[in-house]
């Protein structure tokens, strides 16, 4: 069982960053990939980013290629999604999960979710 819980969302301007973090209890963090998804209003929950237990190899949507970056901390049991560069498009709810199966992009992938962090970007 593992449980998720994001925070780091906020208000920014476009252009600017923001951290996002996801603390996940249970002793058996480190044996899943971990993964963040966004859901705008009114669209569809949609693939973000994924990580590899040992925090190797991770992957991106297209549209946040060379913007954001993914990393881990298994020791904090701790999953991070570093976003640089945000567009008002990038305004959505940021939900972290995990998976047992790597790389996993897709929802039904993913065993267990957190309960979404807003971020809003204003242009």
């Known amino acids: 069982q593992v449980e998720l819980v994001e925070s780091g969302g906020g208000l920014v301007q476009a252009g600017g960053s923001l951290r996002l973090s996801c603390a996940a209890s249970?002793?058996?963090?480190?044996?899943?990939?971990m993964g963040w998804f966004r859901q705008a209003p009114g669209k569809e929950r949609e693939f973000v980013a994924t990580?590899?237990?040992?925090?190797?190899?991770?992957y991106y949507a297209d549209s946040v290629k060379g913007r954001f970056t993914i990393s881990r901390d298994n020791a904090k049991n701790t999953v991070y999604l570093q976003m640089n560069s945000l567009k008002p498009e990038d305004t959505a709810v940021y939900y972290c999960?995990?998976?047992?199966?790597?790389?996993?992009?897709?929802?039904?992938?993913?065993?267990?979710w957190g309960q979404g962090t807003q971020v809003t970007v204003s242009s």
């Open positions: 990580i590899i237990w040992s925090g190797r190899t991770p």
């Open positions: 999960a995990a998976a047992p199966s790597f790389p996993a992009y897709h929802r039904h992938e993913y065993d267990y």
């Open positions: 249970g002793r058996t963090f480190r044996n899943y990939a």
